[in-house]
């Protein structure tokens, strides 16, 4: 298998999306597509059964900027591998979400975003303190501790880093709680100029969110249920990377 810039991860072997022979037409709005429709969010039928499902342990809403390019854009990625729990929106559109109930991830870097690890922690000690009475500690995320899950939907934001302030602020969004993935590096190879190595693309943020959230609320250990969420992430890198190793090669 081809290169995982994620070692961690235990991925599903891609290889065969390399035998995909030219592109065909999206069975449901007729586009002319390759490996999967970025406007329907479906596999097409040629690989449809050969990829992997992801089933996430919360819902995830994508706001999408309309300038966001389909075709460049990660977050398709996230519902065609987990449809059942992953919705995207294109910006104005917005569905209304609960403060107490929702949270939004990575969608602003302010002082009013906190780290995944704090919020969830948070959270969590929230919900002890709700059973027990007591003020506690901000326990750790390894003891195995049943709890109640403190909110039912992850929105994140899906757009340039400059573009991202205007969409947090809308009216519907700005008093749920905001969190910021800023303890791993991107992996993306669309840099954008000026912007930190933390800043990740949509796909990463939400498969480094559920890995957190896995061990901060369910009682078994992270055993890779969620690393292929990062299946066609894997491929197009390495297949953006052999291009770009080709073209150096070539110049030289």
């Not at 072997?13 to 022979?21: C, G, H, K, N, P």
């Not at 969004?173 to 693309?201: A, C, D, M």
């Amino acid at each position: 298998m081809d290169y995982n810039p994620f070692p961690s991860t235990v991925i599903s072997d891609w290889e065969f999306l390399d035998t995909v022979d030219g592109r065909s037409a999206c069975p449901l709005c007729g586009k002319s597509r390759k490996y999967f429709c970025y406007t329907c969010l479906i596999a097409l039928p040629q690989i449809a059964d050969r990829i992997p499902k992801v089933k996430l342990p919360v819902t995830v809403d994508i706001i999408k900027h309309p300038n966001e390019i389909d075709g460049k854009s990660t977050s398709c990625h996230a519902a065609v591998l987990a449809p059942d729990d992953v919705r995207v929106f294109t910006y104005p559109c917005i569905p209304d979400y609960d403060p107490h109930k929702d949270l939004a991830s990575d969608v602003a870097k302010t002082e009013n975003s906190t780290s995944t690890d704090l919020v969830i922690g948070k959270k969590r000690c929230n919900e002890q303190t709700l059973q027990t009475g007591d003020q506690t500690e901000l326990p750790s995320k390894h003891p195995k501790l049943s709890l109640k899950v403190p909110f039912e939907k992850v929105v994140l934001i899906d757009s340039t880093w400059n573009q991202t302030r205007n969409i947090a602020n809308d009216e519907r969004l700005k008093n749920l709680t905001k969190v910021e993935l800023k303890s791993q590096n991107t992996n993306f190879w669309r840099h954008q100029e000026g912007i930190p190595s933390t800043y990740l693309s949509t796909i990463e943020a939400i498969y480094y969110f559920m890995r957190d959230f896995h061990l901060f609320f369910l009682e078994t250990k992270y055993d890779h249920e969620y690393d292929n969420l990062l299946f066609f992430f894997c491929f197009m890198y390495n297949k953006i990377q052999s291009s770009q190793k080709k073209a150096k090669k070539k110049k030289d």
